[in-house]
């Protein structure tokens, strides 16, 4: 009963990724995009990783996709298509997906995966604490910075693309 849901969980991130990028309206492209976050939460919470899915949710989903949307609503475009790839930039792009599925695979394949009893032990959360609050070796601030780069980058760029539309209006 457990592989069910790990199956399932699996199909929806792939065909909502697949959904994602092949959507010709931008606004459902976006929703979709927020499906498949959620989905890649929900693997997350399946193999109990819950913390690492409650940053999935509050990044990603409470902050990138809702940085998206904002910025189509800002913008006025909620209903507009995306314009048509050509055949040539589809045939690379499906060119660069088999490359980085054999890559990834490859990789997979040849890598030794330790027990999963022996991952586990030893860990508190006094030690989970630490590391979130140490900048030294093992520490966990730089990446806590860099997403928070990462959102900021975000907000600056659906505020160019929304002022960039008003300017043209104007």
Do not use: C
């Amino acid at each position: 009963m457990n592989e069910f849901f790990l199956y399932l969980i699996s199909i929806m991130i792939l065909v909502f990724g697949a959904l994602t990028v092949t959507s010709h309206k931008i606004f459902r492209s976006a929703i979709y995009l927020l499906f498949t976050l959620i989905s890649i939460a929900a693997l997350y919470f399946y193999l109990e990783y819950e913390f690492i899915a409650a940053v999935q949710i509050v990044v990603y989903v409470g902050g990138i996709v809702v940085l998206i949307l904002f910025s189509l609503f800002l913008t006025h475009r909620v209903g507009a298509d995306l314009p048509a790839p050509s055949y040539l930039k589809m045939f690379f792009t499906f060119l660069s997906v088999l490359f980085a599925f054999g890559f990834v695979y490859s990789l997979v394949i040849g890598h030794e995966f330790p027990e999963a009893e022996a991952i586990g032990s030893g860990i508190s959360m006094n030690s989970i604490g630490k590391a979130m609050l140490n900048y030294g070796e093992g520490g966990f601030v730089l990446p806590f910075e860099v997403v928070s780069i990462l959102l900021l980058a975000a907000l600056i760029g659906s505020i160019a693309i929304a002022f960039k539309t008003k300017v043209k209006n104007s």
